[in-house]
């Protein structure tokens, strides 16, 4: 039976930033604050503890005061590669992944994942916002670690085509489809902080 206080969250932050003209996607604002502070906000009461991968501006992430890691593999392999480095360093049985980039994530996320898993027996739960799977937002077992290591030791990446290979949960957030949301490029985000600032 695994409880919050059991789990580690790993904030994704390792990318590319590609489709934001290679800026450092964590660190972009929004509404006054980096776009991993409201990640962090959202995730914290949720778990015991909290690691971020990153891959660059390591001091930057460090000054939000939790441990950063980085790819144990070189050349930006993925989010699996972050989630790998987590596995690497953590003592928790459970690891919750969340992206850096989805700054109104569930406040009920981790609950609803465990929930899922052991309903459905699973190694792996993984939120379904009612149209697509939410892959980054996934409560893993720690004892995947080695599976992990071989999957991307053979050349994959694909994170869904690695989870299929294990029992595998879907947690159903069909009533909150809007807190999936992923801020890719800056006009995202500036019509994400024109809807936060219009809420307010």
Not at 52 to 74: C, K, L
């Amino acid at each position: 039976m695994s409880t919050q206080s059991d789990i580690t969250a790993v904030i994704l932050a390792g990318g590319r930033g590609n489709r934001m003209g290679g800026k450092d996607k964590g660190l972009v604002m929004l509404s006054g604050k980096p776009l991993i502070q409201h990640v962090i906000n959202a995730i914290a009461p949720q778990v015991r503890h909290i690691v971020v991968n990153a891959n660059r501006n390591f001091s930057d992430y460090q000054d939000f005061g939790y441990r950063v890691i980085r790819d144990s593999m070189s050349n930006y392999q993925g989010p699996l590669a972050g989630i790998l480095a987590a596995m690497q360093c953590i003592t928790s049985p459970d690891l919750v992944t969340v992206p850096c980039d989805g700054p109104i994530l569930p406040d009920n996320l981790v609950q609803r994942l465990i929930s899922a898993r052991e309903a459905q027996s699973a190694d792996i739960s993984v939120a379904h916002d009612g149209t697509r799977l939410q892959p980054i937002y996934a409560l893993i077992s720690s004892h995947l670690r080695r599976s992990l290591q071989t999957y991307l030791n053979s050349g994959n990446r694909k994170t869904s085509l690695w989870y299929t290979q294990h029992q595998l949960a879907y947690a159903d957030f069909s009533d909150t489809p809007e807190t999936f949301i992923n801020v890719n490029t800056l006009e995202e985000r500036d019509r994400l902080q024109y809807e936060i600032g219009s809420h307010h």
